[in-house]
């Protein structure tokens, strides 16, 4: 069964950049088929595709964060991340990790809340 | 930009049946997928590719597509089904995701 965890800050200072981690088990993130995505979602609102990475190292991003955003993918530590600079307060959100396979974004994690505070 | 639109909320009664739909011009070429969030939790998807109903949904949900609507069926509606439901596609190139703006499901 495969599951996936979110780890990172809990609060970033405004400007500063966000770091998280999405840690896999039981699929191997170098799975040809499977893309490994970052969602998230603020507080009390809907979802936001962030962008997503293959484990070639081929990226995708939303237009609205590329300027901002890089994702990379650690094959020898089934290990995918997400750095996203300049963080104001409207990044201020839940952060989730997913499995992409065949379109369909299954499973998630659990989620991270991150807090950009001062 | 490329957007998908669903109703902000619906209410039904249990026993009766919900239609959640969304809608996009990239509908006509690409799937949608649907995803259900109970508060406090991560996202499930419940249908794949329009119409496809992945293991452990239920069969009382069920998808179909016209055009450039796809609706998301709740055919007996049960007080567990009251949640947040998601849609989510590609834009026509197939290259950017979103998500719709999602449907506040209310079982009165």
């Known amino acids: 069964q495969v599951q996936l965890h979110e780890s990172g800050p809990g609060v970033v200072e405004p400007s500063q950049t966000l770091s998280l981690t999405c840690s896999v088990s039981g699929d191997s993130i170098s799975t040809g088929d499977s893309f490994w995505s970052w969602i998230r979602q603020p507080p009390g609102k809907g979802l936001e595709w962030i962008g997503y990475v293959h484990s070639t190292g081929r990226a995708n991003y939303n237009p609205s964060l590329q300027s901002r955003l890089l994702i990379s993918v650690d094959t020898l530590t089934n290990q995918f991340s997400l750095k996203l600079n300049s963080l104001t307060a409207a990044d201020t959100a839940i952060y989730y990790c997913?499995?992409?396979?065949?379109?369909?974004?299954?499973?998630w994690g659990q989620g991270t809340l991150v807090t950009v505070s001062s | 930009s490329y957007e998908l639109t669903q109703p902000p909320s619906l209410s039904v009664s249990p026993g009766q049946t919900a239609r959640i739909t969304c809608s996009g011009d990239a509908l006509s070429r690409q799937y949608c997928f649907w995803y259900q969030q109970k508060p406090g939790q991560a996202p499930v998807l419940m249908m794949s590719?329009?119409?496809e109903r992945p293991a452990g949904t239920p069969e009382r949900f069920s998808g179909s597509s016209s055009g450039t609507t796809v609706t998301l069926t709740i055919t007996g509606v049960q007080a567990e089904d009251e949640a947040d439901y998601y849609c989510q596609s590609v834009d026509i190139g197939g290259t950017f995701w979103m998500f719709g703006g999602g449907t506040k499901l209310a079982v009165l």
């Open positions: 590719k329009d119409t």
């Open positions: 997913a499995r992409v396979s065949g379109g369909a974004t299954t499973p």
